[in-house]
């Protein structure tokens, strides 16, 4: 097994969001900085085009602008991974070999969608990527949205035939992710990864090795503070730690609001990039807009109490 960035992944790896300009293309200069932004923040990697990045409305046009902004601002600083996966296997194996083409580390990809598919529909698919796919692949289990529900064991197999290197486990189901420690904590380099900080000092006793998800697009050290806690051994401290990011959490992402969405407009109150989104979805409104831009930096130099 050749060796990459991905085997050494590890800390907070935010699922970037993709800025949009009114011409509705990817903003480039908006994605460099936020890029900029994260690695300042002391982030172990990034992910492109995944679900915070509204990969499934970004046209596949745009891509490339994307993935080519990405690897040339980033320039091999942190490990770069791209999100892929369409319906189609011969589409999913186009995305990958993009993204390898165009500078990425490694490839987040979501098992076929749409139709239901058995755990051995899945292990055909990803073993067909495997294939051709010059990059290592990480499995992206989020069935809320794929509607595809596999068992852990199934990822074990899919990690003994050589199909994957990593998981991001956005299931939210912790005996899920466990069992999947269990069955591949044999191989020190695959990557366990959760979606989201509902319960990271948890999965980081479990085994996990990077969360990845949206609070991190925005503040990254909030969820490193709660690393470096765990990791020093101070569990006092990550449970404080893991407490102010869910009360980050609960404060940026607005109820009755897309969450992406306000995420976007917190970014725009730091001069990142704007609150557009891709359509279908629309930006907050500008009361909504100015509640953010009037908390976010109480966050941002940590002197936020409550809901500021």
Known sequence: MTASKLDTLFGSVPALATPVDARGRVDTGGLGRLIEHVIAGGVGGFNVLGTSGEFSLVPPSERARAIETAATVNAGRVTFIVGCGRPSLA????????????GADAVLVTPSYYHPQSDADVRRWFGALAETAKLPVMYYHIPQTTKVQVAPTTIGALHADGAIRGIKDSSGVAPFLARVITCTR??????????????????????VVAVTGMLGTVL????IAVIRAWQAGDMTAALEAQKR???????LFVPGQNHIACAKAALEAMDICGREMWPPFARVDDTVARRIAEGIGQWRNGTARGNP
């Not at 695959?190 to 980081?204: A, D, E, I, K, N």
Request: aromatic fraction near 12%; glycine fraction near 8%; avoid cysteine.
């Open 245 to 251: 990011l869910h009360e980050f959490q609960e404060w």
């Open 91 to 102: 589409e999913t194996r186009e995305e990958i070999a993009q993204a390898a083409d165009l």
């Open 186 to 207: 044999h191989d020190p380099t695959f990557r366990p990864t959760v979606g989201g900080p509902f319960y990271l000092v948890g999965s980081m006793q479990m085994g």
């Open 220 to 223: 990254p050290h909030l969820e």
